[in-house]
T-cell receptor
Framework: GENVEQHPSTLSVQEGDSAVIKCTYSDSASNYFPWYKQELGKGPQLIIDIRSNVGEKKDQRIAVTLNKTAKHFSLHITETQPEDSAVYFCAASITGNQFYFGTGTSLTVIP | DVKVTQSSRYLVKRTGEKVFLECVQDMDHENMFWYRQDPGLGLRLIYFSYDVKMKEKGDIPEGYSVSREKKERFSLILESASTNQTSMYLC?????????????FGPGTRLTVL
């Protein structure tokens, strides 16, 4: 089955700096790649997603890039703010219904 | 807004007890999922359901069962709870009728088995 690896497991950045989280996947048939943010005591919430027919997608300070050839995708957060501190998960999906998640990245934004 | 609710935020049970975790979604979604979340392991799929009375095993179904008698409700059952089932349990739902495949998650139930 699909295997998703996520790095780094923890990340600390100064407020205003950029943060990058990277994921790789194993199954070239995967065609949907969402990113979730999980704040303390809450369930994961979708923040951005990308499909395999697109190389990059941006939503304000958040962007995701996808390299199908290398089978990796990345989350980029610019101008980080303390409220960006959370655990971020990447996921890959083949059918669109069974997701395979990365192990999560705990992001801390230092004021 | 999609709302997924879970019956308990925190639950403490004893080894051998039968445990029911309930999940309800209010958006008429066809698909519902149960995951467990453990540090360093991410989210692992236990069971999922594409329709009422349908269920499919995920990656770690051992020790669990599920029930989906109504479209909006998906229950996870631990027939005889064990300490290694102490975890955060997350329910999610999604629909196949929209362009997006987004899964919407509930707030989670933190289960402790003593």
């Amino acid at each position: 089955g699909e295997n998703v690896e996520q790095h780094p497991s923890t990340l600390s950045v100064q407020e205003g700096d950029s943060a990058v989280i990277k994921c790789t996947y194993s199954d070239s048939a995967s065609n949907y790649f969402p990113w979730y943010k999980q704040e303390l005591g809450k369930g994961p919430q979708l923040i951005i997603d990308i499909r395999s027919n697109v190389g990059e997608k941006k939503d304000q300070r958040i962007a995701v890039t996808l390299n199908k050839t290398a089978k990796h995708f990345s989350l980029h957060i610019t101008e980080t703010q303390p409220e960006d501190s959370a655990v971020y998960f990447c996921a890959a999906s083949i059918t669109g219904n069974q997701f395979y998640f990365g192990t999560g990245t705990s992001l801390t934004v230092i004021p | 807004d999609v709302k997924v609710t879970q019956s308990s935020r925190y639950l403490v049970k004893r080894t051998g007890e039968k445990v029911f975790l309930e999940c309800v979604q209010d958006m008429d979604h066809e698909n519902m999922f149960w995951y467990r979340q453990d540090p360093g392991l991410g989210l692992r799929l236990i069971y999922f359901s594409y329709d009422v009375k349908m269920k499919e095993k995920g990656d770690i179904p051992e020790g669990y069962s599920v029930s989906r008698e109504k479209k909006e409700r998906f229950s996870l059952i631990l027939e005889s709870a064990s300490t290694n089932q102490t975890s955060m349990y997350l329910c999610a739902s999604s629909t196949r009728t929209q362009k997006t495949d987004t899964q919407y998650f509930g707030p989670g139930t933190r289960l402790t088995v003593l």
